[in-house]
């Protein structure tokens, strides 16, 4: 139900910025130093399949402002969708939190129309935010891992040290990106959610989009073979983002993938960035956390992933014009 006087609508590329302040204004209260930005929400809005005038919200409340901002993105299409949404830290207690679930349950409603009888539902939640963590859960969604943010502090560098044989060298554009996107999934068979891992022609269309810089792509050679690859980005701040970092199973324990950090690290450095940070599965079967622990990482923030299979029977008696049509 949407409170009175409140507006719910689709977004346009106008209303970026006031929902990027809605997104900030959320974190703040979450977490110490915010670092959304608008160009983060421009790259979730050029995902393929993602439609914003069918795969996203904003509410209004009666002033015009933004109060609230949800999305859905058929990571798998039809099978696996990644949820997220936000409430402005001073509209809580008015219901969005509920609104917008429902707007994201109806949107997956819609995916049952391609013949499957269920689909899986994930929404990633700030380790903080307790009220929607008991929303979910209120809603059926079970909680099933949590996610570490990671940060070093940028101080006196540390050249890397390179395993025996091994070179390092960024990605040159043009000659390197299928050897980059076969080592990284090849390194993830097992991880968690691997079965999603995206096709080599959907992930190359998204690379076109990014504006991103390959001197911050770097690629691990043992002689000829792509052995290790690390995926960095500037942040708008100046700071640091390693997006993936990944070796292959045959090539792990050898110092391959803290080489790959410290030559991330030393760039972003030389570029005058402060620190860096990343993101990992705190239950990673590779021991990743221990491996950034080691690089002199240390935890900064913590998210829960949350899932929910969405069945077509359920859907039918909450949403019974939509589901299967």
Same mark, same amino acid.
């Given at each position: 139900m949407i409170p009175p006087g409140y507006i719910v609508r689709r977004p346009t590329a106008e209303d970026a910025p006031a929902i990027t302040a809605c997104v900030l204004a959320f974190e703040k209260a979450c977490f110490s130093e915010p670092d959304f930005s608008v160009t983060e929400l421009e790259d979730e809005w050029s995902r393929p399949r993602f439609d914003v005038e069918s795969d996203a919200w904003i %509410?209004?409340?009666?002033s015009g402002a933004v109060a609230g901002y949800a999305s859905v993105w058929d990571e798998i299409?039809?099978?696996?969708?990644?949820?997220?949404a936000v409430v402005h830290p001073e509209?809580?207690?008015r219901g969005l939190g509920s609104l917008l679930v429902d707007l994201m349950e109806e949107r997956a409603a819609d995916h049952f129309a391609f013949g499957r009888g269920q689909v899986l539902l994930h929404n990633v939640v700030a380790g903080p935010d307790s009220n929607a963590q008991r929303l979910l859960e209120s809603r059926g969604y079970e909680r099933v891992r949590m996610f570490l943010r990671m940060v070093i502090d940028l101080g006196?560098?540390?050249?890397p040290i390179l395993p025996a044989g091994i070179s390092i060298a960024p990605l040159r554009r043009g000659f390197d990106e299928r050897d980059f996107y076969d080592t990284m999934k090849a390194s993830f068979t097992v991880d968690f959610r691997f079965s999603e891992f995206h096709p080599y022609d959907e992930w190359a269309q998204r690379m076109a989009l990014w504006d991103f810089d390959p001197?911050?792509?770097?690629?691990?050679?043992?002689?000829?073979?792509?052995v290790g690859v690390l995926e960095g980005r500037p942040l708008e701040d100046g700071d640091g983002w390693v997006k993936n970092v990944? %070796?292959?199973p045959s090539h792990r324990r050898r110092g391959v993938a803290a080489a790959l950090l410290a030559s991330c690290f030393g760039e972003f450095r030389a570029r005058g960035a402060k620190k860096v940070s990343l993101g990992v599965d705190s239950l990673n079967p590779t021991r990743a956390t221990a491996l950034y622990e080691r690089s002199g990482m240390t935890p900064e923030r913590s998210y829960h992933f949350y899932r929910k299979e969405f069945r077509a029977e359920s859907a039918l008696r909450q949403f019974p014009t939509r589901a299967g049509n």
């Open positions: %509410v209004l409340d009666p299409p039809h099978q696996d969708l990644s949820c997220d509209q809580r207690g006196a560098p540390r050249p001197s911050l792509w770097w690629l691990a050679w043992d002689q000829e073979q792509p990944a %070796v292959r």
